[in-house]
């Protein structure tokens, strides 16, 4: 046995030869290491390059936030007119609430929207109810059109009973 040699065919070995060599020859650029970065508004945590924060930290006032949150930011931004620092705040204020409330107490936190939706459409007033689409309540009733003020499949069916009965 120890007379046996592996062999290694010349093709092969001046492949490996040539890979290593372009390996080596090729510069790779560095690997930027991750981290966790934690979003300030929600609180989640995900893994970010050095870069990818700055770019974030600057686009968002300083603030680090994750990309669920820049959406809801992006959102208010189109609510309130371009103002990107209102914007921020606003969803940073209802993240600030949820986390301090709504996570401890859910069906509290329900409740309060609840409520302050009412508040809204009352402050609203009539204008955000809904409106009726029956004719007499729009006013434009013909004079002489009929309205019918009950269904009239009962008197029908009398009217069936009563040709059986005579029949």
Do not use: W
Not at 34 to 47: I, L, N, Q, Y
Not at 67 to 82: S, Y
Request: charged fraction near 35%; hydrophobic fraction near 30%; charge should be positive.
């Amino acid at each position: 046995m120890e007379g046996l040699h592996r062999t290694v065919s010349d093709l092969s070995y001046e492949l490996r030869k040539e890979a290593k060599e372009v390996i080596d020859d090729a510069k790779l650029p560095p690997i930027n290491e991750v981290e966790d970065a934690k979003c300030e508004c929600c609180g989640m945590s995900e893994e970010c390059t050095p870069e990818y924060i700055q770019r974030v930290k600057d686009k968002y006032s300083g603030k680090l936030i994750c990309g669920l949150c820049a959406e809801a930011v992006k959102e208010e931004i189109e609510k309130n007119g371009g103002k990107r620092e209102e914007a921020l705040n606003a969803h940073m204020n209802v993240c600030v609430r949820f986390n301090k409330f709504g996570r401890t107490h859910p069906v509290l936190y329900q409740a309060e929207a609840m409520r302050e939706m009412l508040r809204k459409s009352a402050s609203l007033g009539a204008r955000v109810r809904a409106q009726s689409i029956s004719p007499r309540d729009r006013g434009d009733v013909k004079k002489n059109g009929i309205m019918r003020s009950s269904s009239c499949i009962p008197a029908i069916t009398r009217d069936m009973t009563d040709r059986k009965a005579i029949n």
